[in-house]
């Protein structure tokens, strides 16, 4: 399929009510996103787990009877090793050692390996952590930005989900919803299309749901070749989060950046995860792949179901490859 011109529109044209959003409108949006936060409860601290804190026990039992097929799928990318457009620095993998390089005549031999990445690029799935945005001189809760030094963080780091985060999955296809493949780069989810989607789908978001926005980059990245994401991509308004807060949403999670480039906003690039991480205490995860989760749930007609997300345990890192695991 050849290759649009990126920022054009396609055949998924932007939602109309989606405007660009001027610093002052997202200045008011931000002060009353933190403020709804802050009297649902979510601990503004550097021991806190921000909106994670609403992934109750309770809830974590309640997504268990999600499950009724048992089938498990992956929601991650392989990862990438070769140099692409929206890949410049992909993740190293070598061999260290393989059998050919110990003697011929021992029985028992190692293969071993060495990976190196840059964890939060445009091609490899991953996680961020609250100490991944810094706004204003803060992060998340009013921590100092002074937190994160060179040797690492040492406040909100992902060591936060070392003990991993289950809860119930919800996944909103908004390209379904709109009738295309994809959302062409430079498009945007609204409120609107989320709300429109769980009318679609039959499922509402809750409470504590881990949500998951498919704009269907990678099917784009996958039929149409790579392009440069970091100019141009599809993502969520940040007008949008207002829905997420409401909701009371713990993860948010896309097969995009969850940001639109260009930004939507005057002056603030990723607002969303601005919004989001800064303000909500939401953990992000990018770049996932719902394209195996995507015909189980059309052919159950069940669009929720079981998310288990384990982090690798990097205990100042800022954020973590990752693997979410849907069971269905």
Not at 215 to 232: I, K, L, Q, T
Not at 278 to 301: I, K, Q, S, T, V
Request: net charge negative; hydrophobic share 40%.
């Amino acid at each position: 399929m050849a290759e649009p011109e990126l920022g054009q529109p396609g055949p998924g044209t932007p939602n109309p009510d989606g405007r660009p959003q001027s610093r002052a409108a997202f200045d008011a949006l931000y002060a009353r996103l933190r403020q709804q936060a802050d009297t649902a409860g979510s601990p503004a601290s550097a021991g806190g787990r921000g909106a994670l804190s609403t992934i109750t026990p309770a809830r974590v039992l309640a997504a268990a009877a999600e499950v009724l097929s048992g089938l498990t799928v992956s929601l991650s990318s392989p990862i990438e090793t070769g140099v692409a457009p929206d890949n410049p620095h992909p993740a190293g993998h070598r061999l260290t050692s393989g059998p050919e390089a110990e003697p011929a005549d021992r029985e028992l031999h190692f293969a071993t390996d060495h990976f190196a990445m840059n964890v939060h690029g445009d091609a490899d799935s991953h996680l961020d952590a609250l100490c991944h945005v810094v706004f204003d001189g803060t992060l998340y809760g009013g921590v100092p930005a002074s937190t994160v030094t060179a040797k690492g963080a040492t406040a909100l780091s992902v060591e936060l989900v070392r003990n991993g985060i289950v809860g119930r999955g919800v996944l909103l296809d908004i390209p379904r919803l709109r009738g295309v493949p994809w959302l062409e780069p430079g498009d945007h989810v609204t409120a609107d299309d989320l709300r429109a989607a769980e009318a679609a789908q039959g499922v509402r978001v809750g409470t504590g749901d881990i949500l998951l926005v498919r704009v269907g980059h990678r099917r784009r990245r996958e039929e149409a070749g790579p392009w440069d994401a970091s100019r141009s991509r599809a993502g969520l308004h940040p007008a949008a989060m207002e829905f997420l807060a409401e909701r009371r949403v713990a993860v948010l999670g896309s097969d995009g950046n969850n940001d639109t480039a260009p930004s939507l906003t005057e002056g603030v690039d990723f607002p969303v995860h601005v919004l989001g991480i800064h303000a909500l205490g939401l953990h992000f995860m990018d770049y996932l792949r719902f394209e195996d989760l995507m015909p189980l749930c059309e052919e159950a007609d069940r669009w929720s179901f079981l998310c288990v997300v384990a982090p690798l345990r990097l205990p100042a890192a800022t954020g973590s490859p990752v693997n979410p695991i849907a069971v269905l």
